[in-house]
Structures are given as C-alpha cells and as structure tokens.
C-alpha cells in the first residue's frame, strides 16, 4: 500500500511568489492534517480536514494560507504570497477513522508524508 | 501557555544499552501521549500510543510509561542498535474532535557501535 506523498520536495521561490503543496493520504483516509516545523522550532499543526471539510484550521498563519481538500482525497496548500517567514518544512499526515466497541474512536496514528521544504527567498 | 518539554542534548549511548527519553509537559491535560520516530528527510514515523489511564505500554524492545501526575512520559529503547539513532518525537493528543497533536522539539538519540 502506497504511503502518504507530497509534491514537491523541494520548492525556492522569491518573495511574493505563489506556492502550491500537494499531499496525497493513504487511500481511504478520511483524516488529513497539515503540520509545518519552522527550523529550531518545534512541529505546528495548521490544519485538520474530515474529508472535505475543514475540521479545524485555527493553526492556519493567516489569510495568505489557503488549504483545499476537493473531493475528500488528496489536499493542497497554497502560499499567496509568500513571505521570508513561511520558510519550513510541510508535513501533510493522514489517519483512519475506525469503529471500536460502541463508538467511533479515531485511531490517531497519524502517517506522515516525506515533508515539502519550503524555502522563500 | 501548553509546552513540552524533551531532552534538548542529544543522547549518546552505547550499543546494546537501553536509551531512555523523557517527554515533560505543562498545562494541559491530554487524553493519549504518542512517540514518533523521525530519520534526516523524512517525516515521523508512528511508534507507540499509550493513554491517559494506561501506566505504561510495550511494543518489542520498545517501553513507555504515562504519568499523569507528574506530567511525564518515559520513553526507553532495550538493547539498543545502531539502527535506532534517529530523533524521537512526544506528541500530546486531546481526543477531541479534531486529534491535532502537540509536539515537543524531539532528542537526538545516537548509539554507538
């Protein structure tokens, strides 16, 4: 089974440019999270899809951040425009929700993609 | 405001030795604590969850205990390997809804042959 992937690896843009990140989960994950980690810096949760929908977005920088999820399979980032700050490495993670006993529970492991290093000049 | 705290030096030990990693937290209240490995240009890769009511948890030569009081979880590698020197990451989960975790800046760990 095919891991979470990003597109791309690596992106050096100028300043004031457009970036777009993609992040395909493991197929069948309805859970789908992007992190960021800024370097010297500890890991930062952005924001949290259920499908399509936006669950939780409150780590989301600010406004030039546009996070998509059509279709509820893989997710884009976009950075318009870019600032020095945004510089980072994006995780994109996924996870299952699963039925245990009598409710459903999320089994939280989160599987990470390989990161997009973000680098903004 | 929440804060986790990790062994900022790096540990070094010797092969076959048992690595232990301490993940300290402070205002906040979580439901599962988990461990993450992470490897140079990669991202974390999911080793244990242990939960707010567990004491401690195992997965082969892999241990970690949860103390709620002391807000403090153990992380301990048994017979350890060259192959385990990666950076280990505390990640605190709340349980809610949205599952976000927390992370805590990792330590390095390195076992020397």
């Known amino acids: 089974e095919a891991g979470v992937t990003q597109f791309p690896s690596h992106s050096v843009i100028e300043k004031g440019q457009t970036v777009t990140l993609r992040c395909d989960p493991i197929?069948?994950?309805?859970?789908l999270y992007w992190y960021r980690r800024v370097m010297g810096k500890e890991i930062k949760f952005l924001l949290h899809f259920v499908k399509e929908s936006k669950q939780d977005e409150s780590g989301m920088p600010n406004n030039r951040f546009l996070a998509e999820r059509t279709g509820g399979t893989y997710s884009t980032l976009k950075v318009q425009p870019a600032e020095l700050e945004d510089s980072g490495v994006y995780f994109c993670?996924?996870?299952?929700?699963?039925?245990?006993?009598?409710?459903?529970?999320?089994?939280?492991?989160?599987?990470f993609g390989p990161g997009t290093r973000l680098t903004v000049l | 405001s929440q804060k986790i705290e990790q062994n900022s030096e790096a540990l070094n030990i010797q092969e076959g030795k048992t690595a232990t990693l301490t993940c300290n937290y402070t205002?906040?209240?979580?439901?599962?604590l988990q461990w993450y490995r992470q490897d140079p240009g990669r991202g974390p890769v999911f080793l244990l969850l242990i939960r707010e009511n567990e004491k401690e948890k195992r997965k082969e030569r892999l241990k970690v205990t949860f103390d709620t009081t002391l807000k403090q979880s153990l992380f301990h590698i048994t017979a350890s390997q060259p192959a385990d020197s990666a950076t280990y990451l505390c990640?605190?989960?709340?349980?809610?809804?949205?599952?976000?975790?927390?992370w805590g800046l990792g330590t390095s760990l390195a076992v020397n042959p």
């Open positions: 993670a996924s996870s299952q929700v699963a039925f245990g006993g009598q409710v459903w529970r999320f089994y939280n492991e989160q599987f």
């Open positions: 197929s069948g994950h309805d859970n």
């Open positions: 205002n906040y209240s979580p439901a599962y």
């Open positions: 990640a605190l989960d709340n349980a809610g809804n949205n599952r976000k975790l927390i």
